[in-house]
């Protein structure tokens, strides 16, 4: 071997000793970096583990396996959150910016099987209004994606482990995400550009009676969608009666699918906002009873405006679709029977602006046609300003032709009168606040008869009967297509819901139309 190869071979040895070197320097020096930051820049709320960290210095990979991490409260020194997973995967780590351009950049950070536990009860807040972060950060970084796999999400409620919250097979990705000791002081520690997340199912316990649970989540593109959506109270009609000592409705409500569109979400002054463009509901069904046995419940309930007024966050939802709903609603006031029913089907409704904020139109507007009880069609035009302290709303319905008959499957449980007749049309219009409202409705029926039972149920009490149907107008004109108008004033009871002050209008206005007085 002459001396110019030998030459060539040694420097060749000596550069590829001095590169492997600085590779094994670099891979050495930044792990111990990781180990460090790791170490030193987590307060002292969070503590980690892991079984492994491996680097790769040529592709940027950065692997720890087995990962544990958990989230003190630092006032009591309890757990709240608990993470765990097989694999936290860092892709792609840029060097040339972290020397040069003093940040930190990665391509793809990936946490396979994270197990993610929320203890609600031990999250203790104070009234130190000083925002301080969790991590200590002297660069920003900047990271292109995060990919979380195959998570289960379980927020625990109180010590017996309630749950209250579970989701399984959950996956999220979110792109363009910076962190800065600026953001990391915010509500939202964080800044991202895009996000996405699907999950095979989800439960969440709504309060102490009513569960809530949905299949096939999918959030992408500032679009959700949930399939097969439920709404229940977790105990039988008779046990929530049980277990109640004031009036509260039964639910059993289902959805083939609630889909929304336009997602904006986020902080405004510390504030949090919602907003959608769309949310289409698709075949919504509800089963509601109210057991009007159990005592009264006399809180004062809100409107609506003043509800949407209220709320503690700012909400703005341009369009809401209900598409093909139905609802049937049971109410028990005898104890010898299980109360009445009223039925709407084929329901679909189109409810515009609603919101609690200046932006678009303060008019609320609620427009509403179906079926009721078996075939009668029926429209609402209804709205509202939610910025009208004073809460205004009109409410206008018609009503087509109505076997009287149709309504004895609730009249006679609840009311013990039973109804024979037609009513070919009405119409309504109520116009009021919170304190007190006028209606004016027009009706024309035929052969109306009016049947006091007894009180089984079962027999007609001829007398009563007999003195009710003197006050009521067999027809209302002796002539066809003419009206028998009505115009009355009514008063709210406050602790009733809105539908009960449209009940007494409407109640009121019809009695006074079939006897040409206000009996109530």
Known sequence: MNRKIRFSLVTIL????????????????????????????L????????????LNIFTGTLTFSEVSVAIK??????????????????TDISYWNYLV???????????????????EHFFKTTTDTTKKPILKLFKPIKINKIGIENATLQIIEDLQ???????ENASVGITGIVISSETLQKRLPL??????????????????FENLSAKNFVLKNKKAKLEALQLKTKYSKTELSEKINKERDYFDVTLKSLTIAGIEFGFTNRKFFAKSNQITLEEPTALIYRDKLVADDLTQKKLYSKALRDLPFQLTIEDVSINNGAITYQERTKENNLGGTLQFKELDATIKNINNTSQGSPQTTIAIKGLFMKETPFTVDWSFDVSDVSDHFTFKT???????ADLNQFTEPNLRVKLTGNVVKTFATIDGNRNVSHSDMKITYTDFNIAILNKSGREKNKLLSTLVNIFVSKNSSDKDNTYKESAIDAVPDKTKSFFNYIWVNLMQGLIESLTGNSLL
């Open 14 to 41: 000596t550069v590829t000793i001095l590169v492997l070197g600085s590779l094994f320097w670099v891979n050495y020096t930044l792990k111990n970096k990781v180990e460090h930051f790791i170490s030193s820049r």
């Open 398 to 404: 018609s009503i087509g032709a109505l076997e009287a």
């Open 43 to 54: 307060t002292g709320t969070i503590t980690q583990s892991y079984e492994n960290l491996s």
């Open 73 to 90: 409260n630092k006032y009591e020194n309890k757990i709240h959150t608990q993470v765990d997973l097989e694999q936290l995967i860092i």
């Open 191 to 208: 800044t991202f550009e895009n996000y996405g997340v699907n999950a095979d199912s989800i439960f969440l316990k709504v309060n102490e």
């Open 161 to 167: 482990n309630t749950t209250k919250l579970y989701t």
């Open 101 to 119: 351009n003093d940040e930190i950049q990665i391509e793809n950070i990936t946490l396979k099987k994270p197990l993610i536990t929320y203890k």
